[in-house]
C-alpha cells in the first residue's frame, strides 16, 4: 500500500468529517465527497430568489418606460471577437436546462422616431458593479456598434422599498 503524504491526509480526513457531518450536505463527484455548509447552501437559494425578483422589477420598470424588453440569449467570445450563442446552464432546483444566461441580461428596444430605434443592453446587478471581463464584454459590445448603450441595474434601497437606479457603462467605466 502506498503512504499518503500528511497534508493529504489532513485533507481526506476533513473531507470524511465533513461528509459525517450534520452541518454539511455532501454529494460525491467522480468518488471525491464535494460538502458545502447547509447554511450556506440556504444564503445561497435565497440570494438567487431575490437577483431573480430584481431581474424580474427592472423588466417591468423598463416597460413601464415604454420599452420593448427580451431576455438577451447571446453572448461575446473575447478571444474570436465575436457573438455567440449562451451555453444553457443546468439548474439543479428544477431538475432542467435553463436558457437566457446570455450578457447582458436584456435588450432594450425603444422607437424614437421614423426608421430610428434606441437599442440598449441592460445587465442587471443588485450591487451594481461588473467583473473585469463583463467590463470587457460591455466595451466589445458598444465598439462593435451591437448597442447604443449599455446600463447596468442597480438595487438602491428606499426604506423598506428596493428601487431600480440605471448607470450608464460609459460614464462610469468608460471605453476600456
Same mark, same amino acid.
Given at each position: 500500500?502506498?503512504?499518503?503524504?500528511?497534508?493529504?491526509?489532513?485533507? +481526506? !480526513?476533513? !473531507? +470524511?468529517?465533513?461528509?459525517?457531518?450534520?452541518?454539511?450536505?455532501?454529494?460525491? &463527484?467522480?468518488?471525491?465527497?464535494?460538502?458545502?455548509?447547509?447554511?450556506?447552501?440556504? %444564503?445561497?437559494?435565497s440570494s438567487k430568489a431575490r437577483g431573480t425578483k430584481f431581474e424580474l422589477k427592472v423588466r417591468r420598470d423598463l416597460e413601464d418606460k415604454?420599452? +420593448?424588453? &427580451?431576455?438577451?440569449?447571446?453572448?461575446? &467570445?473575447?478571444?474570436?471577437? %465575436?457573438?455567440?450563442?449562451? %451555453?444553457r446552464k443546468y439548474n439543479p432546483f428544477k431538475k432542467m436546462l435553463v436558457v437566457g444566461t446570455g450578457f447582458p441580461d436584456f435588450i432594450?428596444?425603444?422607437?424614437?422616431?421614423?426608421?430610428?430605434?434606441?437599442?440598449?443592453?441592460?445587465?442587471?446587478?443588485?450591487?451594481? =458593479?461588473?467583473?473585469?471581463?463583463?467590463?470587457?464584454?460591455?466595451?466589445?459590445?458598444? *465598439?462593435?456598434?451591437?448597442?447604443? *448603450?449599455?446600463? +447596468?441595474?442597480?438595487?438602491?434601497?428606499?426604506?423598506?422599498? =428596493?428601487?431600480?437606479?440605471? =448607470? &450608464?457603462?460609459?460614464?462610469?467605466?468608460?471605453? *476600456?
Open positions: 500500500m502506498e503512504k499518503v503524504k500528511k497534508e493529504n491526509k489532513e485533507k +481526506i !480526513m476533513e !473531507m +470524511i468529517k465533513k461528509a459525517g457531518s450534520e452541518e454539511y450536505e455532501t454529494s460525491w &463527484d467522480r468518488g471525491i465527497p464535494k460538502s458545502k455548509k447547509k447554511s450556506e447552501i440556504k %444564503k445561497g437559494k415604454g420599452r +420593448i424588453v &427580451d431576455k438577451w440569449s447571446n453572448n461575446v &467570445d473575447l478571444e474570436l471577437g %465575436k457573438i455567440i450563442i449562451a %451555453k432594450s428596444i425603444k422607437h424614437v422616431h421614423e426608421g430610428l430605434y434606441s437599442v440598449i443592453g441592460v445587465e442587471v446587478k443588485m450591487n451594481g =458593479i461588473l467583473s473585469k471581463i463583463e467590463k470587457e464584454k460591455c466595451a466589445w459590445y458598444l *465598439q462593435k456598434g451591437i448597442f447604443s *448603450q449599455i446600463w +447596468i441595474a442597480k438595487a438602491v434601497r428606499k426604506g423598506r422599498k =428596493i428601487e431600480v437606479e440605471y =448607470i &450608464d457603462f460609459e460614464e462610469k467605466y468608460g471605453l *476600456q
